[in-house]
């Protein structure tokens, strides 16, 4: 009898540890070793293009049971009518894509990038910022992406950790949005924000930030009157796919005079690596009143009647 009730004690603490961790936004490998069978995840496989990888490294060899999406074809963004590359699709959109990849309302995604730099870090940081924006809370990211999961014992020259080879075909499902309108602001509340003082922080490397480069779909060169500069690269260890602890983010946010708590805008050149920035004031800092501007530079250089301010001009 005793035994039985340790075992039914030891499933609820299992259960109860699991339901907390399910709400971090970052997971270990530990976390996907002890989740690899969990009936209620669904990895997601995000490597592509912007790693410098293909499907063919999901191919060789992926999280047991994970699916694979393209993240610049399958649909995750799109050109909007304006001309803006990269943008939020509509609901019923993401809501086709999402449920074709298996997931549904009651699944734990976790999305897996590949975790060599923070460029490809904010592949998965975009995708998590839109299941947030179609409030699917239930999502984390892999920190340290495949990099870190896919580690090779220099002894065994064998993989750390298990892995899956091919292709898994997911059976399609339901997926319904519950849209969070106020996690997508436009180029006007942006232009608000900037008038009444709120925070803007641009995410873009420190020579796009000043003006000597830009986006070759940007307008003109510099940034957001005000803006202040946190490159993507400095969220992460070395500019790598494992994020910085979180004081000592708050020490760099310090130092870059940027705030950790209060109204704060992040942007960059698409919303790529302005995902990277929101994700982590918001989910790792705790700024919950931080936002992202979709539109970021490509949109808001086109619009020749914002102000834009260049530091640094050579001609």
């Known amino acids: ?113 590949q975790g060599g730099k923070a460029l490809d870090m904010g592949t998965a940081t975009r995708v998590y910022w839109t299941f947030k924006v179609l409030g699917h809370n239930n999502v984390s990211i892999l920190d340290g992406g495949m990099k870190a999961y896919g580690k090779v014992d220099p002894k065994t020259k064998k993989a750390v950790n298990k892995l899956e080879k091919g292709d898994k075909k ?18 006007s509340d942006v232009a608000k924000g900037m008038k009444n003082g709120t925070p803007l922080i641009d995410n873009r490397p ?19 009157p005000g803006a202040i500069n946190f490159p993507e690269n400095w969220m992460t260890a070395n500019g790598g796919g494992k994020f910085r602890p979180t004081s000592d983010l708050k020490k760099l946010f310090k130092l870059a005079g940027v705030n950790s708590s209060g109204d704060q805008i992040t942007f960059c ?18 700024n919950k009143q931080s936002k992202m501007y979709d539109g970021s530079m490509i949109e808001w250089s086109a619009d020749m009647s914002l102000p834009m301010e260049q530091k640094i001009k050579i001609n």
């Open 170 to 187: 997911a059976t399609a499902v339901l997926f319904k949005a519950n849209l969070q309108k106020d996690m997508v602001i436009s180029k």
């Open 269 to 286: 050149n698409s919303g790529h690596w302005a995902s990277l920035g929101w994700f982590v004031s918001h989910e790792l800092v705790g």
């Open 1 to 113: 009898m005793k035994t039985a009730i340790k075992v039914a004690l030891t499933a609820i603490s299992i259960c109860l540890s699991t339901s907390v961790f399910a709400a971090t936004p970052l997971v270990d490998t530990t976390w996907i070793n002890n989740n690899i069978n969990n009936s209620n995840i669904v990895f997601l496989d995000v490597r592509g293009r912007l790693a410098g990888k293909s499907k063919a490294d999901y191919l060789r060899g992926h999280i047991p049971g994970a699916v694979w999406t393209n993240y610049l074809k399958d649909g995750w963004r799109i050109k909007d009518g304006n001309g803006t590359v990269g943008q939020l699709p509509p609901a019923a959109k993401l809501e086709k894509l999402i449920g074709s990849l298996g997931i549904s309302n009651d699944k734990h995604v976790v999305i897996i990038p």
């Open 206 to 224: 420190n020579n796009q930030y000043v003006g000597v480069n830009q986006h070759p779909k940007a307008k003109r060169l510099g940034t957001i």
